[in-house]
């Protein structure tokens, strides 16, 4: 790291910029196709549909979708996915607004572990974030792979015209954060609003 500091602070979206409640998600799924929690997540998740989906495995939104469907046994729009999707996220207003303010003198950027359905329909899922972020909300299925690997990182450096070395990455993910440290970005583990306000004093980077 540089005695100049960060120029861009990253953030991850699930459990920072919201809180992620997969239980939430797993019971709209559950209701529309008729099978229980349990069966949904070991189908879609715990099969490594998902992991997949974040990594690249599927092109665009209406292939995941369908595969999607697959997976789940029932049909699903993509009305009926968003829905599911949205259930299990609540906005941290007062994160929204941190972020917000960084911006007025850093690059900001978001990356998350997502597929293409989730960058296709982030203005009516996470508004607050596509308004935000624009054209640097990164989801993992673009680079082909996803946190942790340092790839992602470094990419997404490149992205932004930067090397890590200028970059501050914020996950609440402990091995997400050990990732973009041996990346080279300097990383912290968001544990909360007021550690990372905390945090960020300590780097001269308070808003």
Not at 111 to 132: I, K, Q, R, S
Request: charged share 25%; aromatic share 8%.
């Amino acid at each position: 790291m540089t005695d100049a500091g960060p120029r861009a602070i990253i953030f991850d979206m699930d459990g920072v910029l919201c809180a992620y409640d997969l239980r939430a998600r797993l019971d709209v799924l559950a209701r529309h196709a008729g099978t229980s929690r349990a069966q949904v997540h070991a189908a879609v998740w715990g099969s490594g549909f998902e992991d997949g989906a974040d990594q690249g495995r599927y092109g665009d939104a209406a292939s995941y979708l369908e595969a999607f469907s697959a997976r789940l046994g029932a049909p699903l729009t993509r009305e009926q996915w968003i829905a599911a999707r949205k259930a299990a996220m609540t906005p941290k207003s007062d994160m929204l607004s941190l972020a917000r303010a960084l911006s007025a003198r850093l690059t900001v950027a978001m990356l998350t572990n997502n597929g293409p359905a989730t960058e296709d329909a982030l203005p009516d899922l996470f508004p607050e974030t596509a308004a935000l972020f624009g054209e640097r909300a990164f989801f993992s299925w673009r680079f082909a792979t996803k946190k942790p690997d340092v790839a992602i990182y470094r990419a997404l450096a490149g992205r932004l015209g930067l090397p890590p070395s200028a970059c501050l990455f914020i996950d609440d993910k402990a091995r997400n954060v050990e990732g973009a440290r041996a990346a080279g970005m300097r990383a912290l583990r968001f544990a909360g609003e007021a550690a990372l306000l905390d945090d960020l004093a300590r780097l001269g980077l308070a808003p």
